[in-house]
């Protein structure tokens, strides 16, 4: 089992910037991918970032040069860290590990960006 708990969500202007953190603890080493989704009233969940074991990174469109995933395997933590943040941005956003057998998800940080 992994558990996932996300922080650093809040309130920002746009144009700002936040940084999400995730921390993994449990079976962690069982991890092989990390994501960052977003949920927004109405809207369906979508992908925002992924980071594999490796580092290699994907980024959905529409934050493509906004946004950096990260991690610290030392830390066992992953970060978002979000710039120049448009009030479309505004969501719920929600961590994902990928283990061999299943994935786990965070309980969700919000992330709202006043215009």
């Known amino acids: 089992q992994v558990q996932l708990v996300e922080s650093g969500g809040g309130l920002v202007q746009a144009g700002g910037s936040l940084r999400l953190s995730c921390a993994a603890s449990?079976?962690?080493?069982?991890?092989?991918?990390n994501g960052w989704y977003r949920q927004a009233p109405g809207k369906q969940r979508e992908l925002v970032a992924q980071i594999n074991s490796s580092g290699g990174t994907n980024y959905a469109s529409f934050v493509k040069g906004r946004f950096t995933i990260s991690r610290d395997n030392a830390k066992n933590t992953v970060y978002l860290q979000m710039n120049s943040l448009k009030s479309e941005d505004t969501a719920v956003y929600y961590c994902?590990?990928?283990?061999?057998?299943?994935?786990?998800w965070g309980q969700g940080t919000r992330v709202t960006v006043s215009s």
């Open positions: 449990g079976s962690t080493f069982s991890i092989i991918a």
């Open positions: 994902n590990a990928v283990a061999v057998l299943r994935r786990y």
